[in-house]
């Protein structure tokens, strides 16, 4: 795949924002994105040189909404050169102002990057100027029905890290509280831009949602 | 004929005990010299002593003397103090020959060095959790002890304040004592010497622990600058001095958080407890604890530990072999708070390898350091991302920690058990490790204990073990429950089993039809139970488990479907109204997601379905809620109206088209 050129800018504020101040008014917590919650979908790896697109499945293992943290685990299934269905971890970043903004401030992303990214989402749009401004941290998300994420592999769960494979972007993610449904872009600066990931809520061929739970002590 | 030496001591020992029966006051007193001289320090000697009953003998000796004998009195009440410091069976002969009142008579000898004699025996009593509770409400007490505590001989202030340490416990007690005006002289103590200085702090923390009023009639001591001589005195040079005073600071931190919000005191207070650490004898067994006090539920706080490498410098004791039992507990305890929140802790503690170090504890011989070991990897193992990669459910791990299972200390069984509840959550379709080593059996067969912790936290376990387990586990699981048990949980008397039983009949049925046809075995006595904790339970908690548990049912057959509805409308008005009008958002939630599932579209009886629902008023309750605060609520209340809207427009052709066909 060809390598994006990276464009020189100055660093963006952090994103993890220090301290809590309270009144935060957090986004809203949602039965789809709860642990245990399946989705299918594809990923859109086309260069200019080919066409292609691996289906994907997604399952959200952990959440923590007080500390803005998802996680979970992203299947990539027909992956060319790859025996086995590819298997990564990753750990999401909520942005809801208290722990995390629009502002990305690691991972290679500057805030023109991030800005970028997040104007693909439509339902980004109404924040994109107060985004400008402070990365969104004076935002009020709690009515909002969208939410808005990172989500960075941290590692292969079935396969060696030496599989050929890459993992060191991230994805810009677009949750949609209505219908359960997932958009993102992968970002990296060596891989094709605006990769897009699109998932769905599945409820895994049965009639109606299911709901399993876990509580750690 | 030579002799060893062990019996040589031994007819010695004999020998001492008959002079101290001796008639002349001389050979007596030489005797007790003797005794003393050879029982400071010696727990085998001071064994040996007592088994031969020199405790009585020695307190004749002291009774029978009168107030001109100073030198006997002084000797005798030594020789007391000395069985009584340190060994617990010497406390108890010590208390049994009845010495105490003859120990207080004499604090008023007019002999200064009787007095000194007789305080110091007392205070070591008081050192012991054996003494008597002293009584300060009654009034003669009370005046007693201020009277020690405003002495001029500094052993009997000490006395004083050992007697508060040991003593001081309710409410009641502390507001009394500072009513009494022994706050203040305890602050007047902190400027006294070393004995007094720590004595005193001991008792401070004793006084204000847990209550707000004395504390701030503390801080307001000294025009507000008691805090003040608390903050110097954890800069002192003495390291006893300094843990004390931390863990004075600690004590009000916690009950009274506004008087310390300087974080910088708080992280001075973790650096002085870290560097405190390295101390040998008793202050360093007894700062991991005060750390671990510091930093409980503190995320703050334990970031900054982690930033001053407190867990490097914790993990780096676990190496050491010759580690003393109790500093092990503490030091064990000290992780499990710095990692009860904050992954990155938890990152770093798997990168020291030093989850086989806590490992190796689980099997110390040492009840509270195996409790200790398993509530520090309850903190590691909350890690989702390690859970994820499976790094748990491991044989090392998991075969010790089923053991002590079977361990003869409840709070060992229950610890391991909160452990092991993380452990089995596992996403790595690993859990047959822990079914095949006999954990689900020993699950089991604590579910069913007497003691509602044991159940409570068994059936949390296999609540968690059930979650997203492959169909052929919990066929296993269930099977091994058994319907019967599994029916007795969900109907337990304990509210909080009720609910964790619940939810693993939740997770029981979240995996398709044939999961679900678990809950219909042997007549449906569990579907039945969960439809009648639904309809009258009262804590919320256990609803909303309850009535999941019916909406992934609700995702079934037809006549899994139809079962539910049973369950749903057989009292009028339906309980799903109830819920749907709760101020609870979760519960809202969970019975939208009911009603979304029963009136999915595409089955068969799906319209008839709506129907029921309607005539039962829950569709219009549901219409009602189309702007319901809770956003997941009302996108969720969307969906039902949306597949209910098409057949609603033609109920009365689809109706009468629809047999219906259930399971009652």
Redesign the interface.
Known sequence: MPVRVVESSSSSAPSQVSGSSPGHALP????LLSV?QAFAGTQNVSSSQKDEAWRVNVRI??CDLDHG?L?G?MEALNVPLADTPVVT?W?GEVVDTKNYTFFTGKWEATSEDDIRHWSKFPSFVPFLSQVEVDGGKSLDLS?C?YIFMRWKE??F?NVGPDCGLTIAGFYYVCFS???GTINGFYYDPNSSPFQKLELKST??????????????? | MPTSASSTSSNRTEVLISLLRSESKEVKLKALREVKNQIIGNRTKKLSYIKLGAVPKILEILSSSDDSESLILIQSAATIGSFACGVDVGVKAVLDSGAFPHLIRLLSHLDDKVVDAGARSLKMIYQSKLAPKYEFHKAENMAFLLSLLNSENENVTELGASIITHSCETTAEQKALCEAGALSRLLILLKGSLNQREASLDSLAAMTENNSEVIAKFVGLNSGRALNSLTELMKDRYPRTRLLASVCLIVIDHTSPNYLQDIGIKTKLIMILIELLEEPGRVGDEVPFALANLIADKEDLQQIAFEVNALDKLCSFLHQDTLLTKRLQGILLAIAELCSRLENCRARFMSMQALNLVTNALTHDCAEVRTAACICMRSVTRSVKNLSAGHYLDDMIVTPLVHLLHDQCTSVQVAALKTISNIVVDFTNRKSVFIQCGGLKDLVLLSKSMDSTLRLNSVWALRNLMFLAESSNKERIVSEITASTLTSLVCDPEPFIQEQALALVRNLVDGGISCIEHVFVEGGIIINAVGRQVRNASKSEVCIQGIYILGNISTGSESHKEAVMHQLLQEAPSVLIKFLKCSDARLRVAAIWCVVNLTYPGGPGSSVRVARLRDSGIISQIKCMVNDPCLDAKFRVRTALEQCKPVLGCLGVKLSATTEQGHF
């Open positions: 809203p917590a949602c039965t245990g293992q952990g943290y996680c685990t971890f750990e009515n029905p941290q590692y769960v509280c209505i219908d409820n895994e061929g049965r009639s109606g949602f299911s709901f399993s739970s876990y509580e750690l002590q």
